[in-house]
């Protein structure tokens, strides 16, 4: 849960809460908002947040809202929806191949099934099957490849 349906079901307005804790209401708009991250915010502030609304500050770092600064989600696992039977297909061996290798056992195939999940990216992304965006979450995620 986020700060601002916590303060909605709280019936707490983000006026009150910056009066009782000494945050600064524009603080706590932008948290809400999605603006500011509280895993951000300085101890002090988390503090003060969770002493006003009598909790610890650890539930108030679970209050960090599921949103970018630019009203995105954090959490990009939608970007593996809708994808083309044959490139789940390729993700499918690839998550099999990382889990063999990442528990330590031998994979001779690896480095096909890297270059083909690869290729199969490359052409989903060209053939527009899947955006821009879709493609380096895909990278990012299964082939671990940091994009600069």
Not at 103 to 115: A, I, M, S, T, V
Request: hydrophobic fraction near 35%.
């Amino acid at each position: 849960m986020d700060l601002q349906t916590y303060l909605e079901q709280k019936k707490i307005s983000k006026y009150h809460l910056s009066k009782i804790s000494g945050v600064p209401k524009t603080t706590i708009t932008d948290i809400c908002a999605g603006r500011s991250d509280i895993e951000r915010c300085t101890a002090k502030t988390v503090m003060q947040l969770a002493k006003a609304l009598e909790c610890t500050m650890e539930e108030i770092m679970e209050m960090a809202s599921p949103f970018d600064a630019s009203g995105l989600p954090k959490d990009k696992s939608y970007l593996e929806c809708g994808l083309p039977a044959f490139l789940q297909e390729s993700l499918e061996t690839m998550k099999k191949a990382w889990n063999l290798l990442d528990n330590g056992e031998k994979y001779l195939r690896w480095d096909c099934d890297y270059c083909n999940l690869q290729s199969d990216i490359n052409i989903a992304e060209v053939e527009s099957l899947i955006s821009t965006e879709q493609a380096w979450y895909l990278r990012e995620k299964y082939l671990r490849i940091e994009r600069v």
